[in-house]
């Protein structure tokens, strides 16, 4: 469920900072499929893909977060 939460936030931001899912793993150096696991939902990611997807993105871990449901 949490990683489902993770996977839709970071193929949202990708799509909206334009870039393609295999631009974007190479940008960030895994490969196509374990990009395509993490924006399905299937992995969930580790702190430092975090990190580097939120500098790629320009934009803070805080951004990327997903919101807490109780919030």
């Known amino acids: 469920m949490e990683a489902e939460k993770w996977g839709r936030r970071i193929?949202?931001?990708?799509?909206?900072?334009g870039f393609t899912?295999?631009?974007f793993a190479?940008?960030?150096g895994v490969s196509v499929s374990i990009l395509g696991e993490i924006e399905r939902g299937n992995?969930?990611?580790?702190l430092e893909f975090i990190e580097r997807t939120a500098h790629l993105l320009n934009i803070t871990v805080e951004d990327l977060t997903p919101p807490e449901e109780n919030e």
């Open 11 to 17: 193929r949202a931001f990708r799509k909206l900072k």
């Open 21 to 23: 899912q295999e631009g």
């Open 26 to 28: 190479k940008q960030l």
């Open 43 to 46: 992995r969930m990611p580790a």
